[in-house]
Structure formats: C-alpha cells, structure tokens
C-alpha cells in the first residue's frame, strides 16, 4: 500500500527517558514533515525536510532532534521527556515541486509521559 | 493576530441542512488554501484545496476563496451524520511552504 507509515503507534514512557518515532513515505514525495497535535486538538509543525535538507525548524525545545537520513524517511528523536511532551506526533509528506503542495499524513504517533 | 483563524465551534446541524465553516488568515501573499476532515482518533485527511478567487464545488463540498478579505469557507450540502468530524483550515504561510492549520471547528450533524 502506498502511504505515509509511522511507528509506533503508542508509546508510554517515563518523564526523563528517550524515545524516538520513526516515519517512511513511499509516495515519491521530496518533502516530510513533524506536527504536533496537543489534547486541545491544534495541530503545529514542528519540522519540514525538502530532500533531507532542513527547512522549517520551528520554535521546538534542543531536545527534539530530526533527522532525515533519505527522502523517503524522518525520524523524531526526543531527549529527557516531560510531561508536556504528551501529544500525538504526525508525520506528513507531499510533493512540493508539484506546486499544489498536498500533504498526506500518517496515522499517527500518540506519545504518553508519566 | 493568529496566522489561520476558524470559529471553533462547536457546530451542530440537522441531518440534510447545509453546514457552513469559516477561516481566515493573516499572510496576505499566501496561494494555497486547503480544507482537511478529521474524525476522532484519526489522522487530517484533505477534502478540498483551493488556489483561486471564487467558488469550487466537489460533490457535497464547495469551498469558497476571497483573497482580497483573506476569508475561505467550506459548505457541506445534505449534510450526513458521517460528516461528523473536526474540520481544519490549512493555509500556506511565507515562503518556505510552512502549512499552517487553524484550531478547527468541530461539526456535529444530528440524525
């Protein structure tokens, strides 16, 4: 199936420990993104990669760190977690020379820090 | 002023009534306007993308686009209990194609 695919899909951990989420796209999609959706249900970008090279970084905490090591993968790597950490991660892909610049999501990551 | 703006309801109509959502913005060079469904627990799906003044019509979906008030809505005709859902306005902001979404309204279509 062609899609965006995350994992995982839950995760519940500790404050203070690392985790990471990863995201893959087999869509041919030269961009990918990192949103964060709170539990009032708003959704913010966080990071955007156009062909692994980093184009938005938006006002995140050092201890988010993505990394892109192709265009077809983001990963999320989230250092000392806090409580306010707790949300659901999306990540996202679409084709940005296309000029309609459609996102297409993944199912999402739901993070819970104790 | 918040880049993306939408009333976040909630809204409820009846079954078969038209519902009407509303979204403005800020950035007033911004080209790409897009409307995403998301149902509880699920992921932004896109329903509609509109680039140019004037109305586009999509089945039941017709989104409407003023540049020059910086306003697009979204109008479901027949609405269905299906149709349920949080619907998020996603505009494009500044030159680094950075997608920005409103806090979206939560629609509820009564039976």
């Known amino acids: 199936d062609t899609a965006v695919s995350q994992t995982p899909k839950y995760l519940v951990t500790q404050m203070g420990n690392d985790k990471s989420i990863k995201c893959e796209q087999n869509?041919?999609?030269?961009?990918m993104y990192w949103y964060k959706q709170d539990s009032k249900k708003f959704l913010k970008i966080m990071f955007s990669?156009?062909?692994?090279?980093?184009?938005i970084n938006e006002t995140v905490p050092n201890r988010f760190s993505p990394k892109s090591p192709d265009k077809a993968h983001l990963n999320l790597h989230i250092n000392s977690l806090e409580l306010g950490d707790s949300a659901v991660y999306f990540c996202a892909s679409s084709l940005r020379v296309s000029g309609a610049n459609v996102l297409t999501f993944g199912a999402g990551s739901r993070l819970t820090v104790l | 002023q918040k880049e993306v703006e939408q009333n976040s309801g909630p809204l409820s109509v009846p079954e078969g009534a038209i519902a009407s959502l509303n979204c403005t913005y800020s950035d007033r060079g911004s080209q790409s306007f897009f409307w995403y469904r998301q149902y509880s627990g699920k992921s932004p799906e896109l329903i509609m993308s509109i680039y140019s003044n004037g109305d586009k019509e999509d089945g039941r979906f017709t989104a409407q686009l003023n540049k020059a008030s910086q306003y697009v809505s979204l109008l479901i005709r027949d609405s269905q209990p299906s149709d349920s859902a949080t619907y998020l306005c996603?505009?494009?902001?500044?030159?680094?194609?950075?997608?920005?979404f409103g806090k979206g309204t939560l629609l509820t279509v009564n039976p």
């Open positions: 990669y156009n062909n692994k090279e980093l184009i």
């Open positions: 869509l041919g999609h030269d961009t």
């Open positions: 996603a505009v494009f902001i500044g030159s680094n194609y950075k997608l920005t």
